[in-house]
């Protein structure tokens, strides 16, 4: 038997409690949040939605996006309270621009491809945002919040859809080297500015190098620094195991246990 739909239900139990919560008889702490610290909660919360994703764990996948959802409600009711907008007002504002930007779903629009979808949805992006879509507003919409190699890629990306970008992935794979010739030459001249300078150089292009294989930068630099965490795991526990300390450990016994992690995690 199919189980009854309570989400209409539930949504209106959930607003009523963060309603009881911001009350003058509610929780004091509640009471006391501003925007700007669901704000940070907002964005602690995606990242916890995130990594239970790549736990593949459906139980802690619904407790974060419970979480998730709770500080996107109570932000709308903060803006509730001050009748800058209501529950209504989000919902109806985000059903008309998927409605909008999905053309070839609820409307005549015809496409070939995801690629096409893709394009469509910036164009149509461009035309919502109308006067603000100069030069200086380009990238305005690129979250400052963002981690720092998602925000790289997403402005790179942005810049590419006007034609500017490398013609093909071997310029982007020179431009490597050369930024790499340069951090080698500021080393040599021991100056700290130049040195940041050129290591941002390079992390930017190997932004772009990840644009060009269809990489998320961020995923892929996650995904390796959880493989080191996992291999450097696996040094410790056997450093342990033979009953030498982390601290006492010498550098050729750490590599054997590196190499030997490698070829298990």
């Known amino acids: 038997m199919k189980k009854d739909n309570k989400d209409p239900e539930k949504l209106?139990?959930?607003?009523?409690?963060?309603?009881?919560?911001?009350a003058p008889n509610g929780c004091p702490w509640d009471q006391q949040q501003k925007k700007e610290d669901?704000?940070?909660?907002?964005?602690?919360?995606?990242?916890?939605?995130?990594?239970?994703?790549?736990?593949?764990?459906?139980?802690?996948?619904k407790e974060?996006?419970?979480d998730l959802l709770f500080q996107i409600l109570f932000l709308t009711e903060i803006g509730a309270?001050?009748?800058?907008f209501f529950l209504?007002?989000?919902?109806?504002?985000?059903?008309?621009?998927?409605?909008?930007?999905?053309?070839?779903?609820?409307?005549?629009?015809?496409?070939?491809?995801?690629?096409?979808?893709?394009e469509n949805w910036q164009q149509i992006k461009k035309k919502e945002?109308?006067?603000?879509?100069?030069?200086?507003?380009?990238?305005?919409?690129?979250p400052l919040s963002f981690p720092a190699l998602?925000?790289?890629?997403?402005?790179?990306?942005?810049?590419?859809?006007?034609?500017?970008?490398?013609?093909?992935?071997?310029?982007?794979?020179?431009?490597?080297?050369?930024?790499?010739?340069?951090f080698t030459a500021a080393i040599k001249n021991r100056n700290s500015d130049e040195i940041e300078e050129e290591l941002g150089d390079i992390?930017?292009?190997?932004?772009?190098?990840?644009?060009?294989?269809?990489?998320?930068?961020?995923?892929?630099?996650?995904?390796?620094?959880?493989?080191?965490?996992?291999?450097?795991?696996y040094v410790t526990a056997k450093l342990s195991a033979r009953g030498i300390s982390l601290e006492k450990a010498t550098l050729a016994q750490m590599d054997e246990l590196w190499n030997e992690a490698k070829s298990r995690v």
């Open 12 to 22: 209106t139990e959930l607003t009523q409690l963060i309603k009881k919560l911001r």
């Open 64 to 66: 974060e996006l419970g």
């Open 81 to 84: 309270e001050s009748e800058l």
């Open 38 to 61: 669901i704000g940070k909660y907002i964005l602690e919360e995606a990242y916890e939605v995130v990594d239970s994703l790549a736990k593949e764990n459906p139980q802690a996948l």
């Open 129 to 142: 945002r109308g006067t603000k879509n100069d030069n200086e507003n380009l990238f305005g919409n690129v």
């Open 203 to 233: 992390l930017f292009t190997m932004v772009n190098l990840s644009r060009f294989v269809q990489v998320d930068a961020e995923t892929a630099l996650s995904k390796v620094t959880n493989k080191f965490l996992q291999r450097f795991s």
């Open 88 to 118: 209504s007002d989000v919902l109806d504002g985000i059903i008309k621009k998927m409605i909008r930007r999905h053309p070839h779903v609820f409307g005549d629009k015809k496409v070939i491809s995801v690629q096409e979808i893709k």
């Open 150 to 182: 998602k925000r790289a890629q997403k402005i790179t990306s942005m810049a590419a859809t006007y034609g500017f970008d490398w013609p093909k992935i071997q310029d982007v794979i020179i431009k490597l080297k050369e930024e790499i010739k340069e």
